[in-house]
């Protein structure tokens, strides 16, 4: 058969990803903190969009309060003094105060000097007839110009964190100790390189041998600078590992003893809760090494990180629920989490009226529909994620009402297919975003939960609900009752559901619980701690108590 070229027409259906359509995707699954820097860039770029910071009522799915009409100027009032008849402004002092002005008396700081007879620092310490002229860029940065900083409004809009002390460094706060506690310049330089050497921990990332090599001085000279570095504040800076960090601080509460020095170089034994062979090698009791653990979880095995200078961003909910007057729910969508724009129509009837160019018109006719575009778009946000948590709130309804025992297992497709969206949709409007409840503040996606199977064809658990089953089993155990993993899942099954071993296993790690030999040693442990005398050892010394 010859191969030849010829034209084949064929009708399909696909889609079509245009720019606004991608965009409008990429729109939905923003969170509340970039969804704001997207709107201040579009504002930056857009002349016709402006933001209504109208604040005040919350609103309701039926009533969002999104308004795409710009108020007119003259319907604006600006907040100026009443204007008489004759279009002077109301003074009570009348022609008084024109008089006065026109009197001719100089308010400069010169004739002032002249008739008090003095300087006019010694009057008046700031003198009002002075003005610092600064340039237009700098007026702004600084509070004391006469432009619109914190002297010339009266204190109204100043800015505290503008002028906030810069946070300190972990860097910075071991410089300022280094300068008291050597006093050799040439310790000092040698100290500063070790301080250069910490890692957001605190701890001593750094080659001896190099740094004595590369300073022409012997190791144990630096190591001597190391042990003075060690006592500075907080205590457990340059620790080469976690037994030395931990040690650092227990020196600094006097708690250090030959027993806490065992116990810290067998940290390997204490993490396996391996009580039995820490009581040969420290020669203690059960009372004692249970009071070493609890002086040990109540330090910071990483001291440096309290000079991190990362800020949280706080969680913004994007959707309330709360129970009505007839019991029912009401959803609202968070106005402080829903942007509100606004298109100056006035001024784009303005503009357009004017002479302008070709190129005017077509960058003007582009705005206006860029302002619309986004309009609508944030409608449509708003209303998809209402309708998400609408139907979240309806499945979820008994989680609501008496906790998360009462989770039901959810997935993206259910929700989907309820509410008439594609799954991919959902996914989008589910990420990042918060929901508030009397309950508190949930991700939406932490209703989303895998199905357990259930005994004898009942209904399904979702998987939340029973790690929170587990952990309420393990809460309830005793000493000489410690659940295994296989225990776990035959009570489990008794409450109707069907598990497996492993998948208790992951969920209990999942939660941080040790296993059940770790458990039964610590819980015997404490068991025989609170049956003796508690007065031996290092427990009299730190003076806790167990029971």
Same mark, same amino acid.
């Given at each position: 058969?010859?191969?030849?070229?010829?034209?084949?027409?064929?009708?399909?259906?696909?889609?079509?990803?245009?720019?606004?359509?991608?965009?409008?995707?990429?729109?939905?699954?923003?969170?509340?903190?970039?969804?704001?820097?997207?709107?201040?860039?579009?504002?930056?770029?857009?002349?016709?969009?402006?933001?209504?910071?109208?604040?005040?009522?919350?609103?309701?799915?039926?009533?969002?309060?999104?308004?795409?009409?710009?108020?007119?100027?003259? *319907?604006?009032?600006?907040?100026?003094?009443?204007?008489?008849?004759?279009?002077?402004?109301?003074?009570?002092?009348?022609?008084?105060?024109?008089?006065?002005?026109?009197?001719?008396?100089?308010?400069?700081?010169? %004739?002032?000097?002249?008739?008090?007879?003095?300087?006019?620092?010694?009057?008046?310490?700031?003198?009002?007839?002075?003005?610092?002229?600064?340039?237009? /860029?700098?007026?702004?940065?600084?509070?004391?110009?006469?432009?619109?900083?914190?002297? %010339?409004?009266?204190?109204?809009?100043?800015?505290?964190?503008?002028?906030?002390?810069?946070?300190?460094?972990?860097?910075?706060?071991?410089?300022?100790?280094?300068?008291?506690?050597?006093?050799?310049?040439?310790?000092?330089?040698?100290?500063?390189?070790?301080?250069?050497?910490?890692?957001?921990?605190?701890?001593?990332?750094? /080659?001896?041998?190099?740094?004595?090599?590369?300073?022409? @001085?012997?190791?144990?000279?630096?190591?001597?600078?190391?042990?003075?570095?060690?006592?500075?504040?907080?205590?457990?800076?340059?620790?080469?590992?976690?037994?030395?960090?931990?040690?650092?601080?227990?020196?600094?509460?006097?708690?250090?003893?030959?027993?806490?020095?065992?116990?810290?170089?067998?940290?390997?034994?204490?993490?396996?809760?391996?009580?039995?062979?820490?009581?040969?090698?420290?020669?203690?009791?059960?009372? /004692?090494?249970?009071?070493?653990?609890?002086?040990?979880?109540?330090?910071?095995?990483?001291?440096?990180?309290?000079?991190?200078?990362?800020?949280?961003?706080?969680?913004?909910?994007?959707?309330?629920?709360?129970?009505?007057?007839?019991?029912?729910?009401?959803? *609202?969508?968070?106005?402080?989490?829903?942007?509100?724009?606004?298109?100056?129509?006035?001024? +784009?009837?303005?503009?357009?009226?004017?002479?302008?160019?070709?190129?005017?018109?077509?960058?003007?006719?582009?705005?206006?529909?860029?302002?619309?575009?986004?309009?609508? %778009?944030?409608?449509?946000?708003?209303?998809?994620?209402?309708?998400?948590?609408?139907?979240?709130?309806?499945?979820? *309804?008994?989680?609501?009402?008496?906790?998360?025992? +009462?989770?039901?297992?959810?997935?993206?497709?259910?929700?989907?297919?309820?509410?008439?969206?594609?799954?991919?949709?959902?996914?989008? @409007?589910?990420?990042?975003?918060?929901?508030?409840?009397?309950?508190?503040?949930?991700?939406?996606?932490?209703?989303?939960?895998?199905?357990?199977?259930?005994?004898?064809?009942?209904?399904?658990?979702?998987?939340?609900?029973?790690?929170?089953?587990?952990?309420?089993?393990?809460?309830?155990?005793?000493?000489?009752?410690?659940?295994?993993?296989?225990?776990? @899942?035959?009570?489990?099954?008794?409450?109707?559901?069907?598990?497996?071993?492993?998948?208790?296993?992951? +969920?209990?790690?999942?939660?941080?619980?040790?296993?059940?030999?770790?458990?039964?040693?610590?819980?015997?442990?404490?068991?025989?701690?609170?049956?003796?005398?508690?007065?031996?050892?290092?427990?009299?010394?730190?003076?806790?108590?167990?029971?």
């Amino acid at each position: 058969m010859a191969l030849s070229a010829k034209l084949d027409l064929r009708q399909t259906q696909a889609l079509v990803m245009t720019p606004l359509l991608m965009q409008s995707i990429r729109l939905l699954q923003l969170t509340h903190i970039e969804l704001e820097q997207f709107i201040e860039q579009e504002i930056e770029k857009n002349p016709l969009l402006e933001r209504d910071d109208t604040t005040g009522e919350h609103f309701s799915p039926d009533e969002r309060g999104f308004n795409t009409d710009r108020i007119s100027g003259d *319907e604006r009032e600006f907040g100026r003094g009443a204007v008489g008849s004759d279009g002077e402004a109301d003074n009570p002092l009348g022609g008084q105060a024109d008089q006065w002005l026109m009197s001719g008396e100089s308010t400069s700081s010169g %004739s002032m000097s002249d008739t008090f007879d003095s300087s006019l620092e010694n009057i008046f310490p700031d003198d009002p007839g002075t003005h610092d002229f600064i340039a237009g /860029d700098l007026a702004s940065q600084w509070k004391s110009s006469s432009g619109d900083g914190y002297l %010339s409004t009266g204190g109204e809009g100043f800015n505290l964190e503008q002028v906030t002390a810069t946070p300190e460094t972990l860097r910075g706060h071991v410089a300022e100790q280094i300068i008291f506690a050597f006093a050799s310049a040439g310790d000092r330089l040698i100290a500063a390189e070790l301080a250069d050497h910490l890692d957001e921990s605190g701890y001593l990332r750094a /080659d001896v041998e190099e740094i004595a090599a590369r300073f022409g @001085v012997d190791a144990k000279h630096i190591e001597k600078l190391i042990a003075i570095l060690q006592r500075f504040e907080p205590a457990g800076l340059f620790a080469r590992d976690l037994a030395e960090c931990l040690s650092l601080q227990l020196r600094a509460k006097n708690r250090f003893g030959p027993s806490m020095k065992i116990l810290l170089q067998n940290l390997d034994l204490l993490a396996k809760r391996d009580f039995h062979s820490l009581k040969k090698l420290c020669h203690v009791g059960d009372a /004692d090494i249970l009071a070493m653990l609890q002086e040990i979880q109540h330090l910071d095995p990483k001291p440096g990180t309290a000079f991190s200078s990362g800020i949280a961003d706080s969680i913004v909910p994007d959707v309330q629920v709360d129970t009505a007057s007839d019991g029912s729910w009401r959803i *609202e969508l968070n106005p402080d989490a829903l942007p509100r724009v606004l298109i100056n129509n006035s001024y +784009y009837a303005t503009i357009a009226k004017t002479k302008t160019s070709p190129a005017e018109k077509t960058f003007l006719s582009e705005c206006l529909q860029s302002a619309n575009w986004l309009t609508r %778009s944030l409608d449509q946000r708003a209303q998809t994620i209402l309708k998400v948590a609408g139907e979240i709130v309806r499945q979820q *309804e008994q989680f609501l009402r008496h906790g998360v025992a +009462y989770l039901k297992p959810l997935n993206l497709r259910n929700v989907a297919d309820a509410i008439g969206m594609h799954e991919s949709t959902v996914s989008r @409007v589910t990420a990042n975003k918060y929901m508030l409840t009397k309950r508190g503040v949930f991700e939406l996606r932490y209703f989303f939960n895998a199905a357990i199977a259930a005994t004898e064809g009942g209904e399904q658990h979702s998987s939340q609900s029973v790690r929170h089953q587990i952990k309420q089993l393990i809460d309830v155990e005793t000493p000489d009752d410690i659940l295994s993993d296989d225990t776990i @899942v035959d009570l489990l099954k008794e409450q109707g559901i069907e598990i497996a071993r492993r998948t208790v296993a992951k +969920y209990r790690e999942g939660m941080n619980i040790a296993s059940s030999v770790q458990r039964r040693r610590e819980k015997k442990a404490q068991a025989s701690a609170c049956k003796g005398d508690g007065k031996s050892g290092f427990i009299r010394h730190v003076g806790v108590e167990f029971c």
